[in-house]
């Protein structure tokens, strides 16, 4: 006969449990509405830029038959070495949120090393670094507290030392990896090479509208526009992962939440067959003992 007191104390935990995941659900959910409004708008800026750049880009390549004189569009550059910047949460009981992330990272270096191609991983997020610290893979950079709260100034940062890498020669080419947002049921895993820049990907752009840039002024601006497109890359990067880790807790606690509350139901009906177990056999012993008295 199972324990009644042992089953209504796991009633009371699951219960408890139960309480936490709604109450967590409720807060990622509040978050979400935020983060997806700023992510929209991020979203928006990330566009322009993009096509400034692009229009920039294929004004000078039109100037100069088809060719851009810039290390950063040097796509035939012989590849001996990448870095790959990747962003996790800081947190965990988002699902597979992080899972996915780091099973992509894991993949390209697989994918390189057979290549022999060396890898540098610059980490962003708690759960990526102690995943790979975990399995005693050497990380270049690491960043925590970044991803729970994007900072454009420190995003800028952590992207110039790996621009500043690939500007000397240290790395050949650069990836940046994020789970992002594509809707409140759904995220998107996103892999996106920033440098060297492929002017064939640039976004197009149905703006007649041109530019005009003094000859001299070219790779200068050339130059500028692409520093701010690296950057708000990052950013964006960042603020579009937050977005993203939100609607898979809130996902995760609400399937935890419905799992606690079906657990709740079958532990009452066990509840309930052992209570009437235990009547039951309290009935039998006392009309046997009636019938032995007779």
Known sequence: MANLKEIQRKIKSVSNTQKTTRAMKLVSTAKLRRAEELARRSRLYADKLNEVLSK???????????????LYFDTEREVKRVAIVFVTADKGLCGAFNHRTIKEVNRLVKEFQSQDIEVDLHAIGKKGIEYFKFNRVELANSETGLSSAPDYEKASKLISKVVDDFANGRVDKVFLIHNGYKNMITQ???TQQLLPVDGSKLGASNDSSQFEIEAYDEEVVLEAVLKKYLEYSIYYSLIDSLAAEHSARMQAMDAATNNAKEMVRNLKLQFNKARQEAITTELVEIISGVESMK
């Open 56 to 70: 920039i880009a294929r004004g000078i390549a039109n100037s100069k038959n088809g060719e851009i004189e810039s």
């Open 188 to 190: 998107e895993l996103k």
